[in-house]
């Protein structure tokens, strides 16, 4: 009786280490669950009739070529230090590249931050400071909290190469005082604050018609005036684009 009674409770320790064996471990869910991913759209803002595609190193993560002054929906994308390229039509040759969160302060070259798994960012395809040939490639950040009722949010970027720094007024008000190219409007160059150089902050204002006033230099030239609907809750990036001024564009996308 005894003996059989030992059997038994070698069997049943058998049955329950192989029932163990069976059972997916923690490490075993999050290896088989869905990859961590930053979420990325696309702008291209380089003023060419040549579209372009996105790459992440040698992987191109856009299905179809994005032309002047249009944005991709946000696509899943590695994160990290991260080579973020394009290439021009049907070519695979990467035009111009550039190596985000390989740096340890903010400056002209990348960030200490390059894409955050699971948030939100916008990569503008650019032509560099002063040059009508020469590109580059400009992350921000994108904020995505919802704007307060009857509010939407607006950020505005910078990105027409050979125009000084910008004053933004609209409806009459000065929305932001002066934007360097490359830069949004408020944000700073150094630092890790919701303002610093690849943040781009958003600025609350009332759903409705913006009319948008530009102005440049010490002489106050006028650039551009156009007016640009925001509707409530939605959140926007005005980007300035065009290689002189003569030929400036003013662009809006919405995040939501």
Same mark, same amino acid.
């Given at each position: ?67 002047? &002054? ?124 919701? &303002? ?49 001024? &003569? ?10």
């Amino acid at each position: 009786m005894i003996i059989r009674q030992k059997y038994i409770w070698i069997l049943a320790a058998l049955s329950m280490l192989f029932l163990n064996s069976c059972k997916k471990s923690y490490l075993d869910f999050q290896e088989e669950g869905t990859p961590l991913s930053a979420k990325i759209r696309f702008v291209n803002a380089r003023n060419t009739t040549t579209p372009i595609h996105f790459w992440t190193y040698i992987t191109k993560v856009t299905t179809n070529t994005v032309s002047a &002054n249009q944005a991709t929906d946000y696509i899943n994308t590695i994160f990290g230090d991260v080579q973020i390229s394009f290439s021009e039509g049907t070519s695979t040759t990467l035009k111009a590249s550039t190596q985000f969160g390989n740096a340890a302060t903010f400056g002209a070259s990348g960030g200490p931050n390059g894409p955050i798994p699971d948030y939100y960012h916008t990569v503008f395809a650019v032509r560099k400071k002063k040059s009508s040939t020469a590109d580059s490639l400009i992350l921000f950040y994108d904020d995505l909290q919802a704007p307060a009722s009857g509010k939407a949010k607006v950020r505005f970027v910078h990105l027409a190469p050979n125009v000084n720094d910008v004053q933004v007024q609209a409806n009459n008000n000065i929305l932001f005082n002066s934007i360097a190219y490359g830069r949004a409007g408020n944000s700073i160059i150094s630092g890790t604050g919701l &303002n610093a150089y690849s943040l781009g902050p958003f600025v609350s204002v009332d759903a409705g018609t913006l009319n948008f006033s530009l102005s440049a230099g010490s002489t106050a030239l006028s650039l551009l005036q156009k007016s640009i609907t925001v509707q409530s809750g939605k959140i926007y990036t005005i980007y300035l684009s065009g290689t002189t001024e &003569n030929n400036l564009t003013l662009n809006s996308i919405s995040h939501n």
